[in-house]
C-alpha cells in the first residue's frame, strides 16, 4: 500500500510524515510562497483571455526562468540555447527522453543508483536503455571512480543522467572535480549530459547549486537540463517547468525547438499556463523577485538548520554527521527495511522503504519523538554493515 494511504489508515495521532518529498514549514504546512500570492493576484487582474498559450508554452517566463538560474552565461551561449515550457520537471525528463530516442533509439541512459524512483520508468517508457552504476562508495560518499568508469564506457550518443543539486535520494552532490570530468568526457567523446535539476536553490543558494549545470553548458557541444519550479516556488500542483536546450551551432538550435514543440504537440498538446504566468510575474518584477529569494532563503536556511540538527543526535550505532555534507531535503538513513519497518509499527515515524527521509519532514514537534524513536532500534544497519 502506497505510504500516503498507510497513514490514512494508521489512527495513531502522532504520526510523523518523512516520506512526501515536498518541503513543509515548521507547522508542518507545504506553504504557498507569500510571492506567489502577490503574483497570483496580479494574474487575476491582468489576464484577459484563456487561450492556448501553443506547444512551445510561455517563451517569457522560460527566458526569464533561465536568466533567473543562469544569469551570467556568455552572450555568445545564447543563441546556442533554447527553451520550452513543459508541465512539472517529469514532463522536461519526459520530453528531453523523447527528443533523445528520437534522435538516437539506440541511446544508453547512464543514470547512478540510487535515483529518484521515476527516472528508470521514464527512460524505459521512452523506448530507452539505462545502464546504471553505483551512485555512492560503501561509506556514503560520491562514488567518482563509478562515475569515472561509467563514463569511460559510455559510447558516442549516449546519455549521462545526472541531479543538478540536491540528489534525490542521498542528499550526495557531484564535486567540482566531478562536475569537471563529466564536462571534459561529455565533451571528448560526444556524449549528451541530461540534468534533471529540480531543487536549485534549496542546498548552497542557487549560484552553488547550479555551478556544475553552468560548467557544463559551457563547456559541452550539447545538453539537455530539466527545469521544474515545483520545489523552488512550491507550484508542485501547477505544473511548472521548462526543458533548457543547448545545441551545438544556432542552425540546430532552432531545428531542436521546432522539433521539441511538435514533440511536446503530441505528449500534452499545449502545457498549463498558471504556475507558469506566475514564475514570470515574480521574475518580471524586481520586488516579488527580492520577495521570492528571500522566502526561499528562509525554506533552505530551514531545511539546513534540521541537518545540523539531526547530524548532532548520537544515536546508537548510527552515524548521522554526514547530514551537513548533504544537500537539500532527502537523505538516506542507514536503515535496513526492518529498521523503517519498526519505526512505522512501534513509532507511527513514516518513511520511504528505502530509509529516505525528507529532512522538512521534522519540526519542533515531533524532533525528540523522532530522536527517541530512532535511539531505540536495536542496530538495523543495511545489509547487515555497520559504521
Ligand atoms: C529528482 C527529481 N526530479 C524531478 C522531479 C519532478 O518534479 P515535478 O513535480 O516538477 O515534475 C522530482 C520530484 O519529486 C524530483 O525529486
Not at 540534468?195 to 547550479?210: H, K, N, P, Q, W
Not at 521534522?362 to 538495523?380: G, T, V, W
Request: hydrophobic letters at 45%; proline letters at 5%; charged letters at 20%.
Amino acid at each position: 500500500m502506497a505510504l500516503g494511504l498507510q497513514m490514512q489508515a494508521d489512527s495513531r495521532p502522532n504520526q510523523i510524515d518523512l516520506g512526501v518529498g515536498t518541503y513543509r514549514d515548521e507547522a508542518g504546512r507545504i506553504p504557498v510562497m507569500t510571492a506567489v500570492k502577490a503574483a497570483e493576484r496580479l494574474l487575476v487582474e491582468q489576464q484577459d483571455s484563456k487561450g492556448y498559450v501553443g506547444p512551445s508554452g510561455d517563451a517569457e517566463f522560460a527566458r526569464r526562468l533561465q536568466d533567473a538560474l543562469f544569469p551570467d552565461l556568455p552572450a555568445s551561449l545564447q543563441p546556442r540555447l533554447s527553451r520550452i515550457q513543459t508541465p512539472g520537471g517529469t514532463g522536461a525528463l519526459r520530453l528531453a527522453l523523447q527528443l533523445i530516442a528520437q534522435a538516437n533509439p539506440d541511446a544508453r541512459v547512464w543514470i547512478a543508483t540510487p535515483s529518484w524512483p521515476a527516472h528508470l520508468p521514464l527512460i524505459a517508457a521512452c523506448g530507452l536503455t539505462a545502464r546504471t552504476f553505483r551512485h555512492l562508495d560503501p561509506n556514503g560518499e560520491h562514488d567518482r571512480q563509478a562515475l569515472a568508469d561509467a563514463l569511460a564506457q559510455a559510447q558516442p550518443g549516449d546519455v549521462v543522467l545526472l541531479h543538478g543539486c540536491c540528489h534525490n535520494p542521498t542528499g550526495v552532490d557531484l564535486d567540482v572535480e566531478a562536475w569537471r570530468e563529466v564536462v571534459q568526457q561529455a565533451a571528448a567523446r560526444g556524449l549528451a549530459p541530461l540534468i534533471d535539476l529540480a531543487y536549485s536553490g534549496l542546498g548552497e543558494g542557487i549560484e552553488a547549486d547550479v555551478a556544475g549545470v553552468r560548467a557544463l553548458l559551457q563547456g559541452c557541444d550539447n545538453a539537455l537540463v530539466a527545469l521544474s519550479c515545483s520545489k523552488s516556488f512550491g507550484l508542485y500542483r501547477d505544473r511548472t517547468g521548462a526543458l533548457l536546450m543547448l545545441s551545438s551551432t544556432a542552425e540546430t538550435t532552432a531545428n531542436l525547438g521546432q522539433v521539441a514543440a511538435a514533440q511536446a504537440r503530441l505528449l500534452w498538446s499545449n502545457p498549463p499556463d498558471h504556475g507558469a504566468a506566475v514564475v514570470r510575474i515574480i521574475l518580471s518584477s524586481d520586488e516579488l523577485t527580492v520577495l521570492w529569494r528571500a522566502e526561499l532563503g528562509v525554506m533552505r536556511e530551514r531545511v539546513n538548520q534540521l541537518r545540523r540538527q539531526l547530524a548532532s543526535l548520537v544515536v546508537p550505532q548510527m552515524n548521522l554527521a554526514s547530514l551537513t555534507r548533504q544537500r537539500g531535503m532527502f537523505a538516506l538513513l542507514p536503515l535496513s527495511e526492518a529498521g523503517v519497518h519498526r519505526l512505522r509499527q512501534d513509532h507511527a515515524v513514516y518513511m520511504d522503504a528505502s530509509a529516505r527521509i525528507n529532512v522538512a519532514g521534522i519540526n519542533d514537534d515531533n524532533f525528540q519523538r523522532f530522536f527517541m524513536a530512532l535511539s531505540s532500534l536495536e542496530p538495523c544497519l543495511p545489509n547487515g554493515l555497520s559504521l
